[in-house]
Every structure is written in C-alpha cells, then in structure tokens.
C-alpha cells in the first residue's frame, strides 16, 4: 500500500507541473485590452554573473547519479492481479543469502539495462533472509538488498509464488520465473545467469506468451523449417549437427523446442537423437528436466545414458527419484555415470551423500571411482572428509585421481593439505599434473571445472562419457 501511495503522488505531481506552466504560458499571451497602451517593457536586466570560486578550491562535486531501481512489488496477489489487469508477464527472482551467484544477481539486478527491459514486467522477488531496512516516507520500511517492499515482503512472495507456481517443491536459489497472470509458467531457470542470459530468458518467455496458435499459417511454417533443419542434421557429419540444432534453438519458440523433444524420443538416427539430447543440456532449465527423464527409460542404452548426462549438467533436484530408480538396471561405468548424476542433482541431500559413501567403499573399482568423483559435487561433511583424504592415499592410481579431482572442485577444502602433500610426492606423471592444477584450481571458482582443464585431465584414468558411439 506504501508503494502504491507514492506512486500515485508522484503521478499527481507529474500532471500538476504541465498544468502550471501552461497556466503560465496562457497569461503570458494574453493581449492588452482595446484602448489600452501595451505596457511598457521593463529595461534589460543586468547580467547575472555566476559565483567565481576561490583559487585553488577543489571543484563542485557533481550530483551523484540516481541508481537504476527494479520496481519489486510487495505482494504476489498483487502481482497476478496487476498483470492480468496490464496484460503483463509477471519476473519472479528467488534469492537467498550467503552465495556468491545469489550476490552477483543482487548487483545485476541494478544494471540499468535490466532495469529498462524489466519496466515491461510485473516484478517479485522472493527471499527468506532479513536484511538491512530504511524507512521510508510513509511509515513503510525498505529493504536494502533489494531496494524495495519490505523483508517480511519478500518472505511472504517466496512462500507464495512457490507454492503456487510449483507446489513448494525443494527450493534452488538464485532462480528466476517467467509466468503469466494466470500462474502458467513459460520459462525458468536456476543457478547463475549472465545479463546477456537473463535478458534472452525473458526474450524466450515474450516470445512463447506471443506465439502464433497451433494450426496457424505462421505455426505451420515454424514447423517446416524446424523438420528442415533435423533432416539436414540427421545427414550432417556428427561434427556438423550442432550448428543445424543451434539454428532451431535460435527460433526460440516453444513449439521448436517440443519438436526437438520429440526428436530426442523417437528420431530416426540416434547420432543426431543423442545431438539433439547434448543441445538441450541447459544448467537449471527446467524444461528439459521431463523430457529427459522419459528419454532415460529408453532401450537403447547409450541414448538412455545420453539423457542421464544431459541431467548431470542440467543439475536439478526434480531428477533424484529418476536416477536412484535408474542406478540398480546399471553396472560399472554406466552405473558410474548415473551416480555422478545423482550427486550433481543432489548437492545436499543426505541421502544421496550416504549413497555415495557406500559406493565409494565397494569392491566395484569402476563405480568406486565415479563415485569418488560425484563427492565433488557434495556440499562437504566430515564422513566426506575422511573419506577423500584416505582415497588420496590409495594405492590404487585410478582411486588418487578420482580422489584429486573431488578435492580439486574446490567444495573440500579440508583436504587442501592432503592434496598438497599428493601434488609434491605423487610420481605418475599424469597424476601428479592433475594434483597440481586441482590445487590450482581451489583458488578458482569451484563451480567451473573447465578453467583448469580438470575433466580432460582426468579422462587419462577413468572413462566419463560413452565409448560406444
């Protein structure tokens, strides 16, 4: 209601300013009366010379510049009825403290860019942590992270735009909702997010809340250029395909990406089916989440194992259930790949660490590995702990490697010393590389694997992907 009060007065004042001035301007044009001297013209008024400042005064600072503010508003009702009442997309940003890609959105979210496009949407955000606040001019209270509504505010759109859009599942921070006024879900995302990123999610949900209906003549031509291009990646060279899949993903319609999904399932080629999966591996989309967990249960099994690593990137916990009802039909290294999975979807889930625990002390050297590998993923724990540090001193090769590798994503940082001490004495060559730059890597952003190099490295000891294709 504060929000809305001073919206409303700073509209009023809005139209007050035009009409005083042209009140001004009407007066000013008036004409004398007839039989009446024109008044006369007061003499020139003597220049206004401005203050000159004393020799070596520092110069006037310039006003600071008004920092660009998303309008939050304080009440998901409020935000479903103003959007159905504007015909407006409602942007709903989940956050919670004490994470680093939680904090970054907190600065994007005042990227004047963002800012601009996000004046085109009804705006929530929904967090249970209490921060900061500043009164404002009506009684209210601002919180600061945000820099509007209350805390209380955002504790009561978190819990209820989550029950509401999807059922008060485990919830992901940071993640973002795009969604109608009627609650329908058109894009979401979780994890971090580039401005770049974030600007073509809302592109992507303008584009499915305008799309042609299904039998339209634009719908229809969509769909002939959608069956072109798979064709032409079905007769693509494996190291071609992507760039025909790029340019159906770039159509950024929600029809062409159900033809993708429905390619996945049951296309003619399985290379391009299996190209098609590795596409839509987005982290925190949780669009392909379902889709690829039917493509899990498929029969052809490296099809099967394809969707189950496309899971592991995508590393959303609605996938759990699947993979644990998954793991007992595999064995050695694809059981391998369903755990390292698992752990990714699970980061935190007891349950899951247990499992992997259990796992990593088996008699089963494969699936003793990936599982040593998943650990990296875990969000750290004193049984975690041991266990690495024991694994670095394996006298099996293959179990150190796995070992570095958890350590060197950088979630564990206990086992530093014992990582240190592996890095100076370890005599395999390729081990002893691997140890050196996973130490390296604990001082880089554990969440990319890549910037060191460390699943390429560490294929010299244990196969990741599938050998079959």
């Known amino acids: 209601m504060a929000l809305r009060f001073l919206l409303d007065r700073s509209r009023r004042g809005a139209h007050l300013r035009p009409l005083a001035l042209a009140g001004a301007l009407l007066l000013g044009a008036v004409a004398p009366l007839a039989g009446q001297e024109p008044p006369t013209a007061p003499p020139d008024a003597p220049p206004v010379v401005p203050p000159v400042a004393p020799p070596g005064a520092p110069p006037a600072a310039a006003p600071a510049a008004k920092t660009p503010q998303i309008e939050w508003l304080a009440s998901w009702p409020e935000a479903l009825r103003r959007a159905r009442s504007e015909k407006k997309l409602i942007f709903v940003a989940f956050n919670a403290d004490g994470a680093a890609a939680d904090d970054a959105f907190v600065k994007l979210y005042r990227e004047e860019a963002l800012v601009t496009k996000l004046a085109g949407f009804v705006c929530v955000v929904g967090s249970a942590g209490q921060h900061a606040e500043t009164p404002d001019e009506v009684g209210g209270r601002h919180c600061e992270r945000f820099g509007g509504g209350s805390c209380a505010d955002h504790q009561q759109c978190a819990s209820k735009a989550a029950a509401e859009l999807f059922g008060g ?32 999610l809302l592109d992507r949900a303008l584009r499915a809340a305008a799309a042609p209906p299904p039998g339209s003549p634009e719908a229809k031509a969509e769909a002939a250029r959608v069956a072109e291009l798979l064709a032409d990646a079905q007769k693509a060279r494996a190291s071609r395909k992507d760039e ?12 062409a990406r159900a033809q993708l ?11 391009t089916r ?20 039917a493509i899990t249960k498929e029969g052809k099994e490296f099809v099967a194992l394809a969707a189950v690593d496309a899971l592991r990137k995508v590393a959303l916990p609605d996938a759990k259930e699947a993979l644990k009802k998954l793991l007992p039909a595999h064995t050695g290294n694809d059981a391998g790949r369903v755990l390292r999975a698992l752990a990714a979807c699970g980061p935190r889930d007891p349950a899951v660490r247990e499992l992997l625990v259990k796992k990593a002390k088996g008699n089963d050297q494969n699936v003793r590995g990936h599982a040593l590998i998943g650990m990296g993923s875990l969000a750290s724990a004193p049984e975690l702990i041991t266990l690495l540090d024991k694994a670095l001193n394996d006298r099996l090769t293959v179990a150190r490697a796995c070992a570095v590798y958890a350590v060197g994503r950088g979630r564990h940082e206990k086992c530093r010393d014992t990582l240190a001490k592996l890095a100076g004495a370890e005599t395999h060559v390729a081990l002893k590389e691997l140890a050196e730059t996973a130490l390296a890597h604990l001082d880089h952003d554990p969440a990319d694997a890549k910037c060191c190099d460390l699943d390429a490295l560490l294929g010299e000891f244990i196969s990741l992907g599938d050998t079959r294709r």
């Open 244 to 255: 025909f899949l790029k340019s159906i993903h770039d159509l950024g319609s929600e029809a």
């Open 261 to 271: 999904f429905d390619y996945a399932k049951k296309g003619d080629d399985d290379a």
């Open 169 to 200: 599942v485990e919830m992901v921070t940071p993640q973002h909702v795009v969604c109608t006024g009627e609650g329908r879900v058109l894009a979401r995302r979780a994890f971090a997010l580039s401005l770049a990123e974030l600007q073509l």
């Open 274 to 293: 299996v190209a098609v999966i590795e596409s839509l591996a987005l982290s925190g989309d949780w669009t392909v989440v379902e889709p690829l967990i």
